[in-house]
């Protein structure tokens, strides 16, 4: 049974996207927290898979869509709650963020495909990771593993192969943090809900 992951923080003002206050308001910066994940919701929608579960820091509102299923994230450091994520599955699963309003359907489809791998990683520009996928998920995979650090990704990586898994690379992706972040992926992703509001703002704050 392929599972897709989605770890997310509700998109509250003051407790999102709060890197984004340097140009715009909090609730600004949470209307574009809500705008990633409505866009990566949807392409989890858009892609091939048994389950499709929200880990949610927070309560669920009207931007979870039909055919999610929310369970709230565990209490812990953020190694802990991704290795807590893992534990909800049964079989392959790709676990990836709400940052990446960018992603589509075709990568995360990539990314469930173990035929020929045991785990996918999908490096992210800031040193981190956007994607995570097991073909047999392992918790212990994750935990002790640094989070939020330029070598995040590195650690996470070699922990994989350390484990003896054959890993293959997702494309590289952007996390949106920063204003600076915001603009290249909305540029890179134009039809997307966060590229539309993300215009509105620049012309508004502007």
């Not at 897709?4 to 140009?23: D, N, Y």
């Not at 705008?35 to 509102?61: F, I, N, Q, S």
């Amino acid at each position: 049974m392929s599972t897709l992951l989605v770890i997310a923080k509700a998109p509250v003002p003051g407790r999102v996207k709060t890197r984004l206050t340097t140009q715009f308001t909090a609730e600004q910066a949470a209307d574009l927290a809500r705008a990633a994940l409505e866009d990566t919701l949807a392409a989890v929608l858009a892609t091939p898979a048994d389950r499709r579960v929200l880990v949610l820091d927070g309560e669920p509102g009207a931007w979870v869509p039909p055919g999610i299923e929310v369970v709230a994230q565990s209490a812990g450091g953020l190694d802990v709650r991704l290795a807590a994520a893992f534990s909800l599955t049964e079989g392959p699963a790709l676990l990836i963020g709400m940052d990446t309003p960018q992603v589509t359907p075709g990568l995360l489809a990539l990314g469930l495909d173990f035929t020929e791998a045991d785990a996918w990683f999908g490096p992210a520009d800031d040193g981190g990771f956007w994607a995570l996928g097991l073909a047999g998920p392992d918790p212990a995979l994750l935990l002790g593993v640094p989070m939020s650090a330029a070598h995040t990704g590195a650690v996470q990586r070699r922990r994989l192969t350390g484990a003896g898994l054959a890993v293959r690379d997702l494309p590289g992706l952007c996390d949106v943090d920063t204003p600076a972040d915001a603009r290249r992926v909305a540029a890179a992703a134009p039809g997307t809900r966060f590229a539309a509001l993300h215009a509105g703002l620049c012309a508004v704050t502007r």
